[in-house]
């Protein structure tokens, strides 16, 4: 019999939302993304791991942060907006102790909601607000596998014809994941797993061990998989590859799925929506859009005041769901063993099987994730099966079975139509005319320094930014659309200002020092990246 392991890995991104002075109150409700992240999501799954280390719990775990993402949780101005926004967010909540004291119910959901800022308080300052910091020091004691992935999420079909560009934001990508972890990963994340044929070529380049893929894609190789989903296979260059696989979303996120249980907090009535603006200040000003709070207090679904939110009750339906999701996992992976092992092509040690889970989505749609997982790394034993890090699953490459996966996305139905769509599909051209141009001038310019390298550096900074679908995704799902369409517009504006520069051999000093101050992202970056390699 089989060994039966299950990788989990999380992933989590961010498009780079940075704002200081007046702006900060602008898009305060921009900003609230990742402080609202970081509350319930980032630091809860560091407090989960101390707590499993604590108690003696056998755990893997495999985590994807994405470059912006630790750019932005290292930055000290970022660090410092989120103590004051937390102080504002308990200041807000000891009012709303005060509004809810005749209500015993609401009163005892508006306490669970500030006692979650304080604690957040308490823990960011005990980790000395270095939260990457804290989670490599769990992957140095081998309970995590960090991934890296590329500088921005970029969805690598759009540029199947332009090299370069996919080149360029690998090698970003695992030039910030040494920057903030002082070495190389083994594994490398694929933006929406957005793949296409022969990609793997330029990730082997960089000496990646392993990269990920959705099942369809895998499955649909035209040398069917032996082991199906359920063992790596590799490329025909050796690069080991795991297929990931796509129920776990359904089960999740979708209608009737786990996160849907009308037990569970209602993440979209809050505070924030109905109270006067001036009970909200100085959180929301007058002009400015409302936003989530943090202060919800209704259970999914819920009507009436007999619907309000109550945690215990929560903790003990996440403890069913946890065990019902291992139990379907278990089963799966029973009867994978059983299949593949009749089969004398097949005879398995481990019969594995990799589960990614979004921690954006969790953030937007199930306040209660992390302990979800927190209670299936707890239960792993009970179902026969055992988590473990990807790295341990790959055994030796050269013995796995040589696929060629299809094109295929773990976005819209599987090939990432949503970030091409009726709403967004208007900035194709932008960008890609942008790429063409930067990989230009990376030719015209190959050993330029001083002023002429800061303005190229810039204009390589500001493209990557407009080649994250993270934009065309909060388009497509009218998240901000006007935002996300005025910071697109805005990279791609900057980057044809730089182009244009460096055309008419002049630049004002002021507007790039100002929009490198700005745009504190990558501080390192070579514009050479985008070089065509010979």
Known sequence: MADKKIVLLLNASQEYIRHTGDDERKFAAQTNRLFEALTEVYIPLLKMIESLIEDGVDFKLCLVLSPVLCNLLEDPVIQNQYIVWLDEHIALGQKEIARCENNPHLLSAAKFCLEKFQEAKLRFLKYNQKIVKKIYEFKKKGFIELLATCGTDIFFPHYNDIPEVISAQVETGINAYRASFGELPDGFWIPELGYYPRVEKIIRAYDMNYTV???????????????????????????????????????????????????????????????????????????????????????????????????????SQCEKDAADFLAKKSALLNNADKILNKNPDGGLQTVSLLISVSLNQLCENWFEGVYWIECMLRSASKYGVSFDLAKNIVGKPQELQKINPYFGSAGGVGYGENLLSSKNNWMIRYVRKASKRMVDLSERFPTDTGLKARLLNLGAKELMMAQSCGWAKMIHNNDSPKYASMRFTQSINDFTAVFDALGSNTVSTEWLTNLENQHQLFPWMNYRIFNRKR
């Open 213 to 315: 893929i959705d099942a369809r894609n895998f499955l649909f190789s035209d040398i069917e998989p032996k082991n199906g989903i359920f063992s790596p296979a590799r490329f025909s260059n050796a690069l080991p590859v795991f297929a990931r696989d796509f129920r776990t979303d359904s089960e999740i996120f979708e209608e009737g799925g786990y996160a849907a249980n009308p037990v569970y907090l209602d993440k979209n009535k809050d505070v924030g929506g109905n109270a006067p603006l001036e009970y909200l200040a100085p959180l929301v000003s007058e002009g400015t859009p409302r936003y989530s709070m943090g202060f919800k207090y209704w259970k999914k679904r819920s009507q009436s005041d007999d619907g309000i939110y109550n945690y215990e009750e929560a903790v």
